[in-house]
């Protein structure tokens, strides 16, 4: 298991098992994941760099916040919850 679903597995732990199978099963999840860590890594950065800009940074909040959002999604869907 990669990184990428190791970070949605602590973003949503309640939905570990659905996250694992979808990780296994459904490539446009893994991408959501993949894009979620690199969004993640990116708001690090610019929350961190010497060169920090408070726009990155909101504007990585909403990159983030709008992939949990569709990942939740697709979590309720596919969990039955």
């Known amino acids: 298991m990669g990184d990428e679903v190791e970070a949605m597995i602590q ?10 199978r979808l990780e296994t ?3 446009s999840f893994r991408a959501i994941c993949d894009d979620y860590t690199e969004a993640l890594r990116a708001l690090g950065y610019w929350q961190t760099t010497a060169a920090s800009s ?5 504007e990585y909040r909403q990159v983030v916040a709008e992939l949990e959002a569709e990942a939740l999604a697709v979590l309720r869907v596919r969990s039955g919850a």
Do not use: L
Not at 54 to 58: C, E, F, I, L, T
């Open 11 to 20: 973003r949503f732990p309640q939905h570990a098992a659905t996250i694992r």
């Open 25 to 27: 099963q459904d490539p």
């Open 54 to 58: 408070p726009q990155k940074v909101a």
